[in-house]
């Protein structure tokens, strides 16, 4: 996941446009090539997805078309998208809109963390630990000092009872279990 934020919501959406300015097309594309294993390089940046022929990544190509409400449409839209931060989901906003959405996501999939990206080395995780943790331990759902267990980084108790991960708490493996699902040889 990668987090763009600043004071508001403005700001955090200007920062994400000027990163966006600078993204080398041909530079993320060669990264796209390297990890879907499709030469996109043999195709013009305003090519529809639709138009990349790859059925090795077609599934893939079609996820990403509906990323950012289907505002992907073509091979640039795509290069410009992975260009900043990768293929991971995008959250920009204020502090506020930010944590909002890491609590809703927490709320709906019952993660219970979250790996970070940068959009740009240093400068991101500097945004992170200025403006957004500060919010999340306002809210008393991050860490503070001294804080260690995962319920104490996230204040919130995983897996839920209502969570399909629930299902597999305090399970124990006998011998008899291990020696049933281990390969035979």
């Given amino acids: 996941m990668t987090v763009i934020v600043d004071e508001t919501d403005a700001k955090a959406q200007a920062k994400y446009k000027g990163y966006r300015d600078y993204v080398s097309v041909e530079g993320a594309l060669a990264l796209l090539s390297g990890w879907l294993g499709c030469d ?3 195709y013009e940046p305003d090519t529809p997805l639709s138009g990349v022929n790859a059925r090795s990544v077609q599934s893939s190509l079609d996820a990403y078309a509906a990323v950012e409400g289907g505002g992907l449409k073509t091979v ?3 290069a410009e998208w992975v260009g900043v931060g990768g293929f991971g989901p995008r959250f920009v906003g204020s502090p506020s809109t930010v944590a909002d959405l890491m609590q809703e996501w927490i709320e709906e999939t019952d993660v219970d963390g979250f790996n970070l990206t ?3 080395a240093h400068e991101t995780f500097a945004d ?3 403006y957004l943790m500060p919010e999340l331990q306002r809210r008393d759902v991050f860490k503070r000092a001294g804080d260690a267990s ?4 996230w204040r919130w ?3 839920r009872r209502r969570s399909p991960a629930a299902l597999y708490r305090n399970l124990a493996l006998t ?3 291990a020696r049933t699902l281990a390969p035979s040889t």
């Fill in 157 to 159: 108790r995983s897996p």
């Fill in 150 to 153: 995962r319920e104490a980084i």
């Fill in 76 to 78: 640039r839209d795509l």
């Fill in 175 to 177: 011998a008899s279990d």
């Fill in 118 to 120: 940068y959009a740009v």
């Fill in 40 to 42: 996109f390089g043999a």
């Fill in 128 to 130: 992170v630990a200025g």
